[in-house]
Each structure stands twice: as C-alpha cells, then as structure tokens.
C-alpha cells in the first residue's frame, strides 16, 4: 500500500460506526476497536470519546491506551479532557505530548490542575518545557498563550536561495508555517514572505523584494479576541507575535484563530442566553444546574418586579378580569421584538459594524423599525381586541400599549448593549435578561396604567 | 521608501480617522480623502463605507472613485454592496472585479440583479468569464460557488525538484495557495503537499512520498456550511473540489470557509432570535420592518395562546387577584430557562456533539438539571411567597408550578431543535418562538391549574 493510498483511505465518521465502536468496547474487543478507530482522524476519535457514556469512555480508554498520542488529547473538548487525562496513566499523557508543538501544549495544560500540569511538563525536553512554561507566563487569553514559538525566520538582506538552502538544512520545522518572516538584526520582524512566492522566484531573487503588502503583527499581552478580529478581517494566514520590545517570540496560525473565533461565537451565544460561557452538551445535570441557577434565580427577582408592577393594579384587574389575559400579549411580543433587537447589536458590535460613528444612526433606525411594528401590530390586536370583546375602549388600550412597548423594546435592544460595551463589559452578558424585565415591565405598566385610565 | 517600509506602515482604523474622514468627504477633499485612506487595508475602508451616512457615502464613491479596487469591493458588506455598485460607473466596477479571483467575482456577482450581473461579466476577460459562469452553474450556497478555479497541481510522479522548476516558470500562480495538489492523468485529485514540505525537501525526492496523512476533497455541490465543518473538524488549510466524476475542479481556501463559518454563526444567532439571517445593523427602518415583523405577528398568536389559557381561569382570579401578579413569575422564569436550554442544544447540533449517539442522554441530562433547576427556584419562591401572603398554600402552589415548569422548558429546549433538525430543518430557526410559547402556556396553566385545585 503506497502512501497516498494509505492517506485517501480515511473515513469519515458516521453514526454506525459509533454504535459499531460502542459495540467492540461492550465485548472488549481490543482489535476491533482498532480497526474501526485507526482510519479515523483524531478530530473524530475525541468525537466519539464525547459522544460515549462516561462508563464507555474508561472502558474505551483501557483498551485503546496504547494508540493514544497527542493529536487526540488536544482534540477533546475541554469538558471532558481532564477526566480522560486523569483516566490515563501518567507516562502515556507523557509520551502524547511530547510531539505536540508548544501551543497545543499550553492548550491542553491551561484546563488541568496544578498537579497534572507538573507531571505533564516533567515529561518534556527541557527546551520544550522552558518553551510552554514561558508561554504559561503570559495571561490566559492573551496571544502568547495562543502563539507556537517554532517560528521560521530569515535575515531580511537574504535571498530567495539562501532561504531555500536554509530550510532544506533545518532539522527541525514546525507542522505548519505558512510564510517565512524576515527580521533585523535585533530579531524584530519586517515583512513576510509566502512560501508560494519563495517556490516561484528565482535563486537570486532578495526576500524582501517578495513581501505581502499587508504586514501586521500583534504583541504578545494582546487579547485572543482581538487576534481572531485582526485574521479575520485582514485575512491572515499566519501573524508575528511579538514582547513589548517588538521582537519575535511566536506565531499564531489561522487554525488557532478560527478556533478562538469559534469559541468567541460560543460564548456570545451562550451569554445572550444566560449561560456561563463555558457550558457543554457534554456536562452532567450538576454542572448544568451550576451554569444555569444562578442567572435563574436573578430572573425570579427581575421578575418580581413585574409581579409588583401588576400588582399595585389589583383594583383595575378586579374590575375588569379580562385584563389578566391580554397583558402578556403585550410583554410577550414586546420580548419577542427586544430579544431581536439585541441580536443584531450584538452581533454588530462583535464585528465592529457598530460602534460610535454610527450609534445614533442605528438608536435612531430602532426608533423608527418599533414605531412601525408598533403600528402594525397595534393594528391587528387592536381590531381583535375590540372585536372579541365587543368594546372599542379594549382594543385601543391593547394597541396603545403595543406601540409603546415596541419602541422600549427596539430601544432597549440596542441602548443595553452598547451600555455595557461603553462601561468596558461584555455587551452580551446579561443583555437578555435586561431587555426582557424592561419589555415585561414596560409591558404591563403600559397596558394596566392606559386601561386605568381609559377604561375605568 | 523600501516595499518593507511601506508594507509596516498600513495602519489600523480608529474613530478619529473616521471622523477625519467624515470631515473631508464633507469639505469635498480630494487629496485629504486619499491622504487618509490610503494607509487602509481594504477591509477597513469596507468598514468606513458602512459606518457613514448614505449620502455620505454617496460623496465619498464620487470623490474617491478612482482608487476604487476589486478588494474593497469584496470587502464591502452586502446590505450595502448592491448600493454601491449601482452608484459606481460601469466602467470603474469592470475594472476594479477585472484583478479578483473567480470566487471573489462570483462573491459579488450573487448578490446582484441579471443587468448589473451582465454589465460585470461583459468585462472580464473571456476565460475569466467562462469560468465565473460555470461556477454560478452550481447551486446557491454550494462548494462550487465557494472554490477558486485556479489550482496549482503536478503529476502524482513529479519530484521536487519538477514541482519548484514547474512553479518557478508559472506565467500566473493564485494570490493564495498553500498546497500543490497531486492529479492523475484524468485529474483527479490523488493527496497534497504543503509548500512548506515542498521546501525543505531535496530536489529529488519523489512529491508522492511528501503527501500529508490526512487528504481530503469535497464535491462542488456539497453544501458550504458543511465545507465549513470539514475544515474547523480537520483544521484543514485547502481543500480540493471535485466535479461528480472525482475531477479536480478548484480548491477552497480556508479564509472562504472562516468566512462560511462566521456567517453561519451569525444566522444561528439570529434565526434563535427570530429576525431574518440576513439583518444587518446598516439595514434601514423599513428592511428591518421586513424581516422583524413575521416573527412578531406569529408571536401575538401563539400569545394569544396563553391568553386564551389564563382567560380559561377568570373565576380563580376573581376570587384571588393576587395570582395575576405572581404568574408571569413562573412563566418567565421558564422562558428563561428554555432559552438556556436550547441555546446549547443549537450550538452542539451546530458543532455535531449532539448526535443519535447521546441525544438519549442529553435528554435525561436536561430532565434532571430542570429539575434541580426547579427544586432550587420552588424553594425559593415557595418560601417567600407563603411569608409575603402569609399563606403557606400560596407558597405551595409557586413552588410546584415552578417545579413543572422547569421540567418543561429544560425538555423544550433540547427536544424541540432536535426535532426540527430530525425533519431536516434548521434547528435554530422558530425554536425561540416554540419554546417561549411552551413555558408561557404551560406555566400559566400549571399555576393557575393548581391554584384552582389547592387554593380554592
């Protein structure tokens, strides 16, 4: 078997293989757990470990022990992979890692406790170790936590031979490297260079006659989701990092970009919806609850005070009973409308679409979008309302009510957000749960104060 | 000025130069526009389009028309492209989409009407045209319309050394490639090498025996969200594209699939908020009306749901007016919560950690953590409400009420998007409607159910 057929021969994994993995590990049956797992790739192997029960997953790994290497460790979500590193013994983790590059490394220590984390750096070279615990040393988040310090460089006065000759002779080149960086003298970089444009120049040809247009590098310190704004809206394949003195110290790859861009979505996800950032549909119910209760129990108390609000209108319901049924029409759509409008603000404030030269221009678009489907649904509820209870007064309250609410909701949807981005806070975080209490408020104040008034 | 000086001299965007900037287009200021956007990536200059007034804008395409390149056109956000290239002169839009690859063409050209279409495709070069329109042949949203038809490949039987002199003698190579796909004689796509191990190779080393392990293609029809997932899963860099014969067609870059992904995450969060995918913050009023208000007209029905549930209990009410006021406690507390819910669900069906394999168990997860979930916030709730009404049986009634409908918006949540998905929709879209719908109704019902058996 040549090669290339070993390497199209990988299959992807689908749901019959899973049961069919489930199956060998029930009967204990090493070599067929072999077979079924070899052609998959590691990214697939941590799939099944995620999506197996608990008791499945330390069965599987008894048995399947002695394949496991470095790939599949960094694979494995988070959720789980301190359960399957404490699974394992000691050495094997220690042999996995060692042909990791140094930031999967730091990737796969940043979640274990102190203890696990020292017998993992024990086992590696010391050039190694000194490589992650450095990268250790900058804040968790940050570019050097992100960056593999295997960097491929060339003094900037060279050519395109010598840089050739120079790779050719290296021992070592990391995985993956997409340019080659030109430096001073003094190791800060000046430009980079495709490796498409060093294969299809001439010998002779300087390097820095061939550098991309567009250069940037970021320091060290920065935040991983600045990194993943700068690849994503320039492009990059790869970007410099670099100290506070400007010089080179690592790499970051698009791959571990897209991968915090990804977790970035993640997190805005989960906290519009009130969950801590770092829930998984792979944690058991108490991790659940840990994640959840706390923006639950805010919830009652923001709640109640719409409980309050209705209540200081006990009179106007005793009178007209009907009230208590339609006044969540009223909250309920303007949630609805509220909950859209964050959204999009969000969003737009996560790829900067929206910031101060244009935050009046969309408070005021908010503004007019309410009004209008104020209007429109005031139109139609208004005319059931009246209509169903034979009473003109009901479905102008009804409708009344709608508008105002609509416009709090537009309003609130994108006046929260851009708040808490001003107060330096994450404009998702508890966005949801500010918008619905006012829409809830606003709601039923609106519709109970016009019916007392109008109605009464 | 060196090329390296100028490369490190593109600046980044900051509010003070959109100010600036606002203020030249505004003194019509020629040379100071140039002056201050010159120094801008073309994504940046994107970013100022969207940012200020239309009519600004307006100003600026005629002040700054002639630097207009094919990239700030890519770059340009769609809600506004179509805008700007109908307020650009024909001639400058041919010229500036004359220098792009087919992708980024085909990009522009999708959202564009059949005249504005034809006025572009009459200005490309013939081959470039050709090759547009046979990529336009595939369907909406597909690999086809995603890939590059410029391809770099050599014969499976080329060395090195053939590969770099073949490179070297290219007349045109694409802006990226990171890869040199191995073909055999029927072109098709036999496994890659990276230019990186291309490189650092001796001239005579055999391209078959540098293959990396893991080679895979997708077809042209395949659906780009799930290129997007193949390339986040397997950290792909490129990824050939083939015809339904296995011929190599085009590669897709990795900068096309981050781009897929990032708007897959945003229809995702925008579908679970009920606004149309597309909604942008540069939307005006009326666009925003379009694609807020469905969403908010289904919404006053399925309100008119729990209306009709709570106008079923008006003799309760009557008798116990406090129960108008404490019951959208229970029922947002249980929006809330299906909302947490379903937000993890979307996003692990999203990133495929929800599957057959574990949906059972997930299912129980969510059944035990709603009701942990239910058993804290009844203890709660319970407690204060029978000390604030001194009545015990009033705190009863909260309690339980709660308690059930924790359970139900914890099961709405996961099993409502898993049921979408089953049916082969998009699990994201209408499931917030589903879901509050389900926690209004059923916590109206259940607490007004049970104050009506306990309380009366």
């Known amino acids: ?25 029930d009967a204990r049956d090493r070599d067929r757990i072999r077979d079924l797992v070899e052609p998959l790739h590691a990214a697939d192997i941590a799939d099944v ?13 008894q048995l399947y022990e002695g394949e496991i290497d470095g790939d599949l460790l960094s694979e494995i979500d988070e959720s789980i992979r301190e359960e399957i590193i404490e ?10 890692v060692r042909d990791l590059d140094t930031d999967d490394v730091v990737d796969i220590l940043e979640d274990l406790e102190a203890p696990a984390q020292g017998r ?14 450095q990268a250790m040393a900058y804040p968790e988040g940050s570019a050097g936590r992100l960056m593999q310090r295997e960097v491929v460089v060339a003094p900037e006065h060279w050519t395109v031979g010598e840089a050739i000759d120079h790779l050719r002779a290296a021992e070592y080149l990391p995985d993956q490297f997409y340019h080659v960086i030109l430096v001073d003298p003094r190791m800060k970089p000046q430009g980079y260079v495709t490796l498409g444009r060093i ?6 040809k300087p390097l820095r006659d061939l550098t991309e247009d567009s250069f940037r590098t970021v320091e060290a310190t920065e935040e991983e989701s600045e990194v993943a704004y700068i690849f994503n809206q320039y492009h990059l394949i790869s970007c410099p990092v670099t100290d506070a003195d400007g010089r080179l110290v690592g790499v970051i790859t698009i791959d571990d970009a897209m991968n915090v861009l990804d977790e970035e979505h993640e997190e805005d996800m989960l906290r519009l919806a009130g969950v801590g950032e770092e829930a998984s549909v792979l944690d058991g119910p108490l991790a659940t609850v840990r994640q959840r209760l706390p923006w639950l129990v805010i919830n009652l108390f923001t709640a109640s005070l719409s409980a309050f609000v209705i209540s200081r209108f006990e009179a106007t319901i005793t009178a007209i ?9 009223v909250a309920s759509t303007g ?28 408070v005021l678009r908010e503004l007019s979008a309410g009004a209008l489907n104020g209007m429109a649904l005031a139109a139609i509820l208004g005319l059931a309302g009246g209509l169903i209870f034979a009473d003109p007064w009901i479905g102008a309250v009804l409708a009344m ?20 981005e001003r107060m330096g806070l994450d404009p998702a975080l508890a966005s949801g749960t500010f918008v619905t209490t006012l829409t809830d408020v606003m709601g039923f104040l609106a519709f109970l104060g016009l019916a007392t008034l109008v109605l009464l």
């Open 401 to 420: 009510a709608m508008i105002v609410n609509q416009i709090v909701a537009a309003l609130g949807g994108v006046l929260v957000p851009l708040t808490l």
């Open 321 to 329: 009973v009907a009230l208590a049924a339609l006044m969540p029409i």
């Open 335 to 362: 949630g609805i409308a509220g909950t859209q409008s964050l959204a999009v603000a969000v969003r737009a404030l996560a790829t900067r679409d929206l910031t101060s030269a244009n935050a009046r221009r969309v």
């Open 120 to 133: 993992i750096l024990q086992a590696l070279d010391i050039a190694d170790r000194v490589a992650v615990e």
């Open 1 to 25: 078997m040549t090669e290339i057929e070993a390497a199209v021969e990988e299959v992807e994994l689908d749901e019959a293989r899973v049961e069919a993995i489930r199956e060998a590990v």
């Open 49 to 61: 470990l995620e999506q197996i029960d608990p008791a499945e997953r330390r069965a599987f790994l």
């Open 199 to 204: 294969l299809s120049a001439l010998r002779t």
């Open 87 to 96: 699974a394992l013994p000691a050495e094997v983790v220690a042999e996995a």
